[in-house]
Structures are given as C-alpha cells and as structure tokens.
C-alpha cells in the first residue's frame, strides 16, 4: 500500500491521499474507502504514539498467600510451641491462647466438630468380645453337627 507501516509519519489515509496527488495511485483505483474516510473523517486525528517505556520504574508484584490445610498446621505447631517455651499455661489454655494469637495474625482456625455416640444407639454386638464370639460359634457348631441316620 502506502509505504511501510513501520515508519510512523502520518495515517494511511493521508499516505494515500499524498499518493493519489503525485500520480502512483490514480483515482480510479483508489481504496474503497477512501470516500467514506474523506466524507467523515474522524473526531481526533488517528496518531500512533509510542508509549513509552519506563524500566527505571519496578512494579512491586502482589502475590496473594497461598494457605494450604498444611500451612495453617505448621502455622499453628509453630505458634503452639513458641507460646509452650514462653509460658507455664496447661495444654488447654495454651491451645487456645495459640488459636487467638493465630487470629490477630489474620489465620483463622475451624475445629472439626466431633459428634459422640450416645449409649443408647450403640449396638450391643459391638461390646461382645472375640472369645465370646467363638465360644458361641462353636456350640452352635455342636449343635449341627449330629450324625445322619438312615
């Protein structure tokens, strides 16, 4: 077309139009829209400016923190065992102090729920032992095998 693209002096239209008055481009075979251009031209004049780069200038990256279920552990036996060398408390107390001290640091910490069985539910087959099991297998072996007589 008009020159080379990478040489920044002006638009196409007005590489074309300049081309159209010296003669290269006659009218006949100018661009289809050139007229459409040239009956409306833009609001601003299209001007390529090159931004510039400024590599004096560091970009600090925000990485966010990545918590995997380990790292809130680590976090916790680390804090756990600081606060146990500087105090006297009891394991209770001190696992709750650790719990609000990893909270002011921004950790929060979930206790799993434990949900007890109650007495009543359970089943009395579980609080059999295994000698009683075979105890009574065996007698009710006895039981069966009677000879068969014809």
């Known amino acids: 077309m008009a020159g080379s693209r990478l040489e920044r002096f002006g638009t196409v239209f007005t590489r074309v139009r300049d081309l159209m008055r010296s003669g290269v481009i006659k009218q006949s075979e100018k661009p289809i829209w050139y007229d459409v251009y040239e009956a ?25 923190e990545i918590f995997y279920r380990e790292d809130k552990v680590r976090a916790f036996v680390e804090k756990y065992t600081e606060l146990k060398s500087n105090s006297e408390m ?61």
Do not use: C, N, W
Not at 100 to 125: D, M, T, W, Y
């Open 40 to 64: 409306f031209p833009p609001k601003r004049d299209p001007r390529y400016v090159k931004p510039h780069a400024r590599h004096d200038i560091k970009k600090q990256e925000t990485v966010s």
């Open 90 to 150: 009891d394991d209770s107390a001190l696992f709750t102090e650790t719990g609000k001290a990893l909270l002011k640091e921004g950790l929060i910490l979930r206790r799993k729920e434990i949900h007890f069985i109650s007495e009543e539910s359970r089943s009395p087959v579980l609080e059999l032992e295994l000698t009683d099991m075979l105890a009574e297998q065996q007698a009710v072996g006895a039981d069966t095998d009677t000879p068969h007589t014809s």
